[in-house]
């Protein structure tokens, strides 16, 4: 029986620290990514991404001064997200990256999110043995790899939404404080320090948790293409 499984990968992380370092706020969603070989064995990405959480323009200037991105360039835009052609620098064969380790360890990519506090991947795992093999040789990507959610894969995760931990935690959160009250009991300020993130960040958390939600409830059991940018 094969495993879903949602793991974080604490920065700092290969490649992109510079850029989120200037622009915290933003949130990168993983399009596709091919990771390909140069003609002296070294591995670069070119990687599709869409950009939600910062300007654009701000966030391709932070991308243009990350000593790890090559070149940059914007796709299309559509409504509040933004497509971006991302390729990186080449990485000598010796450096692990996120890809062929997943790759080494029979794992398929199913969605992955960047941010400021790491990389967020849920992917599919033959067995817990690979999984644990793979986290042990994540940590050589990332400073720390943790696992938030696991799952069966036919089964799927009770009652989950879809949310990420951080969603799951903020929804919690403004709950208990009374945020949803009528009238409000905290503000939006206060909850954001209390969570330790920006106001514009908390927000973010509770916008596209509360849309999981609501898309749950009212289309259950459509699939519906995933958001983990928040």
Known sequence: MSLISEVTLSVPIIFFEDAFDREPDAVWTLEAAHDLTDDSGGTYYVSFWWLTGCPAPDFEAALDADPTVRCTRQVCSLNDRTLFRVKTVSFPPEQPLLVPTLRAHDATH????????????????PDRDALNA?????EAVGRRADVHRLYAAESG?????????????????????????????VTLEALAEEFGVTPQTLSRHLRVAVEKVVADAVRPGTPRLQDPSQ
């Open 134 to 138: 793979f986290l042990d040789a994540a």
């Open 110 to 125: 199913i969605d992955a999110t960047r941010d400021a506090e790491g990389l967020h991947v849920r992917a599919r795992f």
């Open 157 to 185: 995760p009770a009652d989950s939404h879809d949310l990420t931990e951080r969603q799951r935690a903020a929804l919690e959160l403004a709950h208990e404080r009374g945020y949803y009250e009528t009238p409000s009991e």
